[in-house]
């Protein structure tokens, strides 16, 4: 069974940092597509960021040069570094894995960046 658990969340100031963790278990990241999504209540999830298992990375506009995905294999952890954090970036923030034709979320975890 796959399972997918996000941590790291929280309260920040404009300006601040979080690093979000994704650590799965009962799949391997490695061998996976992973990417970080975010959704305000009453939005659409939007994707933040992206990880291939060749490690190409790619970015929403709006995070570009903020924030960094990046994977810890050994750990089958996918992490999420979120500098300069504004308050347009409040958002449950969450982890999908796409293996073949499944995909699998986490739960989600809250960010909230106050101004």
């Known amino acids: 069974q796959v399972q997918l658990v996000e941590s790291g969340g929280g309260l920040v100031q404009t300006g601040g940092s979080l690093r979000l963790s994704c650590a799965a278990s009962g799949i391997m990241l490695s061998s996976n597509a992973i990417a970080w999504y975010r959704q305000v209540p009453g939005k659409q999830r939007e994707l933040v960021a992206f990880i291939t298992t060749f490690g190409t990375t790619n970015y929403a506009d709006s995070v570009k040069g903020r924030f960094t995905i990046s994977r810890d294999n050994a750990k089958n952890t996918v992490y999420l570094q979120m500098n300069s954090l504004k308050p347009e970036d409040t958002a449950d923030y969450y982890c999908?894995?796409?293996?073949?034709?499944?995909?699998?979320w986490g739960q989600g975890t809250q960010v909230t960046v106050s101004s």
């Open positions: 999908k894995v796409v293996s073949g034709f499944s995909s699998y």
